[in-house]
């Protein structure tokens, strides 16, 4: 089976394979890893290109407290995106930026120049169609059950802002949707803000400081749900461990408190 490899180097003399794969895990599926400690470099051969191209946005990215350079000796193709219509959605489906977002929610530190790179990718390459599907059918669901037939919670935001939210709120109190959900991308939808997590995920239009805000949500999510509630990331591909010591969210433009 073919893989995509990114070569990274200038690891820290802390870090283990470990540490590697539960790093560059948030991209997507590894299918190996060739660590050499004494070079402090490693090949990292993903399943897929898109999570290579993911890896490489990571370029100048901190790990261990040492900044990790991420490079690839090929361009790696772009996925066509009508293969992306069927089946459930993998991690290297997700938006660039919800990737961003859910490494500094774990504590590793991502500067803006990186979060900027991942808004980029986002608006060159769209938003994969399955992921897309997940979500509005996420939407169609959880409208059905608190609105009514044909209803969808993004559309009720859309008729009247101050109206849903409450709703959304008391719905939420009355029946617990937030609270039985085990996946975070339900328990947000689900929630007050959820018109805004829906814009986050679905739309290419961001900027720093929206990465930066959801980073906090998914933080505080975590922190409300206990250490053993699976997170976005854990969804498909097991990574979600919080980051080694020494790993600090933020940047010069600023940063959210790890999780």
């Known amino acids: 089976m073919s893989t995509y490899p990114v070569q990274v180097s200038n690891i820290s003399s802390s870090t283990t394979q470990e540490h ?10 590894i299918s ?15 399943e897929k290109p898109s999570a290579a191209k993911t890896a490489l946005m990571l370029n100048g990215g901190s ?36 990737i961003a977002a859910e490494y500094l929610a774990k504590g590793y530190q991502l500067h803006d120049a990186i979060l900027q790179r ?38 009720r935001v859309q008729e009247t802002l101050a109206s849903a939210t409450q709703q959304a709120r008391a719905i939420d109190e009355q029946k617990g949707y937030s609270k039985q959900a085990s996946d975070y991308y339900a328990r947000a939808i689900a929630s007050p803000f959820g018109q805004k997590v829906m814009q986050f995920y679905t739309t290419t239009s961001k900027q720093v400081y929206d990465i930066r805000e959801e980073a906090k949500r998914i933080a ?12 976005p990331s854990e969804k498909s591909t097991g990574a979600g461990s ?11 433009g600023g940063g959210v408190s790890g999780a």
Not at 20 to 29: H, Q
Not at 32 to 46: G, L, R, W, Y
């Open 220 to 231: 505080e999510a975590q922190k409300q749900a206990g250490a053993n509630v699976s997170t």
């Open 118 to 155: 991942a808004i980029e990718l986002d608006n060159k390459h769209g938003i994969s169609s399955r992921f897309l599907n997940y979500i509005q059918s996420l939407d169609k669901q959880l409208g059905e059950k608190a609105l009514g037939p044909d209803k969808t919670i993004s559309g």
């Open 32 to 46: 190996s890893i060739d660590f050499n400690p004494e070079k402090q470099s490693a090949t990292i051969h993903f």
């Open 63 to 98: 790990l261990d407290g040492a900044t990790l350079t991420v490079t690839s000796e090929k361009e790696h193709p772009d996925e066509v995106p009508g293969t992306q219509h069927e089946g459930a959605y993998e991690q290297s489906d997700k938006p660039r930026a919800a």
């Open 242 to 252: 919080s980051a080694p010591t020494g790993a600090a969210v933020g940047s010069a």
């Open 20 to 29: 590697l794969s539960e790093f560059f895990s948030f991209c997507g599926k």
